[in-house]
């Protein structure tokens, strides 16, 4: 059977845990998150693999980007990541991803972007199941009326990821 590779990872904001398959990193979340447990399930069911504490290449890679992305001397990652979506899930995603550090869209300007304007909440549903936290940055999209809103890490850390990204661009 497929082994996914999984490791805490410390950051200035909390214990995270990464998940790593050969194509590329598959999970990163905060230990906290509510779902955790359900989303490695879910993860573990998709890939038909099991989880195990084991070292994995993109590891080594991740925390690095990691550690000079927090300490502000990185604004884009290139470790490999591999996602597990839908169609729709997927074009979501990788909207996200193309958000500049630094710069902020509502859930309302993502659904126009994707050529379906009335798709708000599919696109907030699409963001809240983002398993992949920072790199694809989903904390990059904020409420149309300005608001922080819903971020599973918790809105504290998207207020801290924002300062932190406005603070490298400058």
Not at 5 to 15: M, N
Not at 117 to 140: D, E, F, M, Q
Not at 146 to 154: M, R
Request: include cysteine; charged fraction near 25%.
């Amino acid at each position: 059977m497929e082994i996914i590779h999984q490791k805490i990872i410390q950051t200035p904001l909390g214990e995270m845990i990464a998940c790593a398959v050969d194509q590329g990193i598959c999970l990163l979340e905060f230990t906290d998150r509510k779902t955790i447990e359900r989303q490695l399930k879910t993860l573990s069911k998709i890939l038909k693999a099991d989880i195990a504490e084991k070292e994995h290449a993109h590891f080594t890679q991740l925390e690095e980007e990691l550690k000079e992305y927090f300490e502000g001397k990185r604004s884009q990652f290139n470790v490999p990541i591999f996602t597990t979506g839908t169609e729709f899930q997927e074009k979501v995603w990788q909207l996200l991803r193309e958000i500049p550090i630094g710069e902020i869209r509502t859930y309302k300007q993502q659904s126009e972007l994707l050529g379906n304007p009335k798709a708000i909440r599919a696109v907030g549903t699409a963001n809240g199941i983002n398993k992949i936290a920072i790199l694809i940055p989903c904390h990059r999209v904020i409420g149309s009326n300005g608001e922080l809103v819903g971020y599973a890490g918790g809105i504290w850390r998207k207020q801290k990821l924002l300062e932190l990204e406005k603070a490298i661009l400058f």
